[in-house]
């Protein structure tokens, strides 16, 4: 008979991907981008590099195979550059005149799960939304379609036989037990045995306390990182701080952080009927929780923050996923929908008392309201453990709650813009301080010398308008009185290989329009009309 924990193991394990055991089909054989070349050099550019340092340019960027060697100042804004006195372009030598254009380091998602059966999001789908939106590492917290699909993907991305970013297999706690763990020595052989099996970390999402106690410690020995989303189930016996010193080296969005900060109460204000099951109680309870924490600059909020900070603890908040519970109808009218989401993505997106995060039984304006106060409160503490040197993420967490993947990554940099980042700070967030979290800012996450060749190039400045980095870009009336759109990644670069971002997109436009021809479908908003593909 299965016992309370192991169906909570398996409740838990599918809150981030449903179902839980479904893989989705490997990504096929790469066709796509040119390159790697002996040498390729990107020409008059202006660079952003993710330091946090200031744009500079033009510049030349000259990269040997996967590696940047040189960067090189070849002038100055307005004045024509002396060819005499730039790079050499060798014989066997590749040029990419970037003139006018930016460069940024390739993005890393820290949340990014790869698709899912139910979303009817396949591999290859999820790879190349990501790929035409700079993101070329992601953290996949879960591995819910298996750690050994996982780490196959991982191996095609690093020998790039595939189009994908690389990839950070990180497997769900108690994944592959045919048992709960239920003691500290159980915890400890299956944190051994992930590790031999070539996982990169664990993600957590909440045990009984001597089980997270043992697992982090023995992960933190092994030198492996972690990450964990403190699920409520759990959390009023293991938040944030319990984690942080147990050797947590990560959390996911913000559960167990406002339990952490409790002063007058050490469990959540639950309605008598409340049900974890029900996911409208669950979500809509959530949006009350970062009231009940204590005040904003409060000694107590200080003295959490500072704590967190002294262990060197990353934030990835994943701002973005919520954002239809302060706004829904932004976030199910956004515009990429009608021509990038699948239909049966889509679908799964409706409201559901089934499918994960489609929790709209009878949303309305006071669970808004109160969302709109938890983002407030919750951004506040971001922005300030940024502030006190802390470090802090993006992920998108995409695939659920009308979030499209790559897509949903660049409006979580708008977020982190909103929750009062500079847009250096946000693009460094996104960039070295991902890499950071993920023990690789020796090889990606800044433009250079000696890095890998990961890097975005766009003809419009992301730093003055981060619209610029969406697939569909960024609307802007001319000086001739025309609507147009400007932006959007153009070559996305991994590893010294070129890929035509915005051809990316069109293969997506195409899948999803081959989809929609085969079933028919035709988008409509909730309860107006149905459509004949089943979720």
């Given at each position: 008979m299965?016992?309370?924990?192991?169906?909570?193991?398996?409740?838990?394990?599918?809150?981030?991907?449903t179902?839980?055991?479904?893989?989705?089909?490997?990504?096929?054989?790469?066709?796509e981008?040119?390159?790697?070349f002996?040498?390729?050099?990107?020409?008059?550019?202006?660079?952003?590099?993710?330091?946090?340092?200031?744009?500079?340019?033009?510049?030349?960027i000259v990269?040997?195979?996967?590696?940047?060697?040189r960067i090189?100042?070849?002038g100055?804004?307005?004045?024509a550059?002396?060819?005499?006195?730039?790079?050499?372009?060798?014989?066997?030598?590749?040029?990419?005149?970037?003139?006018g254009?930016?460069?940024?380091?390739?993005f890393?998602?820290?949340?990014?799960h790869?698709g899912?059966?139910a979303?009817?999001?396949?591999?290859?789908?999820?790879?190349?939304?990501?790929?035409?939106?700079?993101?070329?590492?992601i953290?996949?917290?879960?591995?819910?379609?298996?750690?050994?699909?996982?780490?196959?993907?991982?191996?095609?991305?690093?020998?790039?036989?595939?189009?994908?970013?690389?990839?950070?297999?990180?497997?769900?706690?108690?994944?592959?037990?045919?048992?709960a763990?239920?003691d500290?020595?159980?915890?400890?052989?299956?944190?051994?045995?992930?590790?031999?099996?070539?996982?990169?970390?664990?993600?957590?999402f909440?045990?009984?306390?001597?089980?997270?106690?043992?697992?982090?410690?023995?992960?933190k020995k092994?030198?492996?990182?972690?990450?964990?989303?403190?699920?409520?189930?759990?959390?009023?016996?293991?938040n944030?701080?319990h984690?942080?010193?147990?050797?947590l080296?990560?959390?996911?969005h913000?559960y167990?952080?406002?339990?952490?900060l409790?002063?007058d109460?050490?469990?959540?204000?639950y309605p008598?009927?409340?049900n974890?099951?029900?996911?409208q109680d669950?979500?809509?309870?959530?949006g009350?929780?970062?009231?009940?924490?204590?005040?904003?600059?409060?000694?107590?909020?200080?003295?959490?923050?500072?704590?967190?900070?002294?262990?060197?603890?990353?934030?990835?908040?994943?701002?973005?996923?919520?954002?239809?519970?302060?706004?829904?109808?932004?976030?199910?009218?956004a515009?990429?929908?009608?021509?990038?989401?699948?239909?049966k993505?889509?679908?799964?997106?409706?409201?559901?008392?089934?499918s994960?995060?489609?929790?709209?039984?009878?949303?309305?304006?006071?669970?808004?309201?109160?969302?709109?106060?938890?983002?407030?409160?919750?951004?506040?503490?971001?922005?300030?453990?940024?502030?006190?040197?802390?470090r802090?993420?993006a992920?998108?967490?995409?695939?659920?709650?009308f979030?499209?993947?790559?897509?949903?990554?660049?409006?979580?940099?708008?977020?982190?813009?909103?929750?009062?980042?500079?847009?250096?700070?946000?693009i460094r967030?996104?960039?070295?301080?991902?890499?950071?979290?993920?023990?690789?800012?020796?090889?990606?996450?800044?433009?250079?010398?000696g890095?890998?060749?990961?890097?975005?190039?766009?003809?419009?400045?992301?730093?003055k308008n981060?619209?610029?980095?969406?697939?569909?870009?960024a609307?802007?009336?001319?000086?001739?009185?025309?609507?147009?759109?400007?932006?959007?990644?153009k070559?996305?670069?991994?590893?010294g290989?070129?890929?035509?971002a915005?051809q990316?997109?069109?293969?997506?436009k195409d899948?999803?329009?081959?989809?929609?021809?085969?079933?028919?479908?035709?988008?409509?908003?909730?309860?107006?009309?149905p459509?004949?593909?089943?979720?």
């Amino acid at each position: 008979m299965m016992t309370a924990r192991v169906c909570f193991l398996v409740v838990v394990l599918a809150f981030c991907l449903t179902p839980l055991f479904a893989q989705v089909k490997h990504a096929p054989d790469r066709t796509e981008g040119e390159g790697p070349f002996p040498q390729l050099i990107i020409r008059g550019i202006t660079l952003i590099d993710g330091t946090g340092s200031p744009p500079v340019g033009p510049m030349d960027i000259v990269i040997e195979g996967n590696r940047i060697k040189r960067i090189v100042a070849v002038g100055y804004p307005g004045v024509a550059i002396d060819s005499s006195d730039r790079p050499r372009l060798k014989e066997n030598g590749f040029e990419l005149d970037a003139s006018g254009m930016y460069a940024l380091p390739g993005f890393v998602d820290m949340h990014g799960h790869i698709g899912g059966r139910a979303q009817g999001a396949d591999a290859e789908y999820v790879y190349k939304l990501w790929m035409a939106h700079g993101i070329t590492t992601i953290r996949e917290p879960g591995s819910f379609n298996g750690l050994d699909w996982v780490l196959e993907e991982k191996e095609k991305s690093k020998n790039n036989t595939i189009t994908a970013p690389r990839i950070f297999a990180y497997t769900g706690f108690g994944m592959g037990n045919d048992e709960a763990i239920t003691d500290a020595e159980g915890a400890r052989t299956w944190v051994k045995n992930n590790a031999l099996k070539g996982a990169d970390g664990i993600k957590f999402f909440g045990a009984a306390p001597e089980v997270m106690a043992a697992a982090l410690d023995e992960n933190k020995k092994l030198g492996l990182r972690s990450t964990c989303h403190h699920a409520q189930l759990d959390v009023a016996r293991w938040n944030v701080l319990h984690s942080a010193r147990s050797g947590l080296t990560s959390m996911e969005h913000w559960y167990g952080l406002p339990e952490a900060l409790f002063e007058d109460r050490r469990i959540q204000d639950y309605p008598p009927d409340y049900n974890y099951r029900n996911e409208q109680d669950r979500f809509a309870e959530a949006g009350r929780l970062w009231q009940q924490a204590a005040p904003p600059h409060s000694d107590h909020w200080y003295k959490v923050m500072d704590e967190l900070l002294s262990l060197d603890f990353t934030l990835d908040p994943t701002f973005n996923i919520y954002e239809a519970s302060r706004d829904l109808h932004r976030a199910r009218r956004a515009e990429w929908h009608e021509i990038y989401t699948m239909p049966k993505l889509w679908m799964f997106f409706q409201p559901s008392k089934i499918s994960h995060g489609s929790y709209w039984h009878y949303w309305g304006t006071e669970e808004e309201v109160n969302w709109r106060e938890n983002y407030r409160l919750w951004m506040q503490f971001v922005n300030a453990y940024k502030n006190k040197g802390g470090r802090v993420t993006a992920g998108s967490d995409s695939g659920f709650i009308f979030q499209l993947y790559g897509f949903a990554y660049i409006r979580e940099l708008e977020l982190l813009r909103e929750a009062g980042f500079h847009p250096l700070e946000v693009i460094r967030a996104a960039t070295l301080h991902g890499a950071e979290a993920l023990g690789m800012d020796k090889e990606i996450g800044s433009v250079e010398e000696g890095k890998l060749a990961d890097l975005i190039i766009i003809e419009a400045n992301p730093l003055k308008n981060l619209k610029c980095l969406y697939g569909t870009g960024a609307i802007r009336l001319s000086e001739d009185n025309i609507v147009e759109r400007v932006g959007g990644v153009k070559y996305t670069i991994k590893d010294g290989i070129i890929f035509d971002a915005k051809q990316l997109l069109q293969d997506v436009k195409d899948m999803v329009d081959q989809e929609k021809e085969e079933t028919g479908f035709i988008l409509y908003q909730p309860g107006m009309n149905p459509n004949s593909l089943q979720e």
